[in-house]
């Protein structure tokens, strides 16, 4: 069993920056993909960004290439998503999951721990 809490949303000017933070427990972290997505109200979960186990690999989805950037500490235990250049559309809720499986998966359906999620709001 992992248990991910995530921390780092609020409310944010377009144009600023937030990092969100995930710490998870309960699994050895460093076996562990992890993602993030975000659920905007009244649309699905979309991804967001992946990073490897060891942080060698990581993927994003386009509208946030160049602007967000996934990263993790694994002696933390802690995965990151420092988001800059944000703009209203990124306005969501925004989740941490883990995943087991050996390649970054993009599809929400294919992790297995998941956090509370965390607000983020940008104003325009």
């Known amino acids: 069993q992992v248990q991910l809490v995530e921390s780092g949303g609020g409310l944010v000017q377009a144009g600023g920056s937030l990092r969100l933070s995930c710490l998870a427990s309960g699994r050895t972290f460093s076996r562990l993909n992890m993602g993030w997505f975000r659920q905007a109200p009244g649309k699905e979960r979309d991804f967001v960004a992946a990073?490897?186990?060891?942080?060698?690999?990581?993927d994003y989805t386009d509208s946030v290439k160049g602007r967000f950037t996934i990263s993790r500490d694994n002696t933390k235990n802690t995965v990151y998503l420092q988001m800059s250049s944000l703009k209203p559309e990124d306005t969501a809720v925004y989740y941490c999951a883990a995943d087991q499986s050996f390649s970054l998966q993009t599809d929400w359906g294919r992790y297995d721990y998941w956090g509370q999620g965390t607000q983020v709001t940008v104003s325009s």
């Open positions: 990073i490897s186990r060891s942080g060698g690999t990581t």
